[in-house]
């Protein structure tokens, strides 16, 4: 609803902007001031444009890959940190405000998952460079401040996004101990599904799409 709110306040800034301008000369820096207010309503479109997740495939195989947890600083390979277990992988960042919406309720459902020996590991693949909160050091602040019991993985070259088809932040995939993929959808039906899947290896349980922010690609 925030997202919604500044984007609709965006449109009509640039909307009273130029049926303002237009009753007077239109100088050059009110030109500008018209020009920055139509390009501050597209990057904010961009930075929180609202996608919705594929369904789960069960024939994709989750590949492996190694990356730098930003909390203990070292490099984490998914083979190495899943050992013969159902696991999460968690596509999020920190300034989307869906996963800031989301986040404390992921965190504990991480922990109860993760007491049952079902693995977590969450993954930030956004352009940092564009968007400077999800610079690993603020990656680092935002799992320490969410209490995160599981890492936290910086993807610099975007590879493992691609690899696995995520598309926004929140993006949720669950697996069997065979690596196959089970679940992808919300958070409100990761536990349930993460716990039969430990269970029976697979689960019936009714999914349904996460949405979030787009995954700023580079």
Known sequence: MVVVFLYVRGCVMCCVSWFYYN?????PTRKTFILCSFIRVFLLYYVHMLISTPSFDPQFTAPDFTLTDVISGDAITKSGYVTNQPYV??????????VQEIITEFASIAKNLQSKDIAVIAVMSNDYSFVAMDSPEHMREFAQMSKFTFPYLVDEDQSVADDF???????????????TMQFRG?????????????????????????????????
């Open 23 to 27: 009753k007077k000369a239109l100088t």
């Open 89 to 98: 992988v968690a596509f999020i960042c920190n300034h989307c405000p869906y």
């Open 165 to 179: 088809g995520a598309v926004c932040t929140p993006d949720f995939f669950g697996f069997a101990a065979d690596h």
């Open 186 to 218: 919300r958070i409100n039906d990761l536990e349930a599904s993460m716990t039969k899947i430990k269970e029976s290896g697979t689960t019936e349980i009714s999914q349904h799409p996460s949405k979030g922010c787009s995954i700023k690609w580079k």
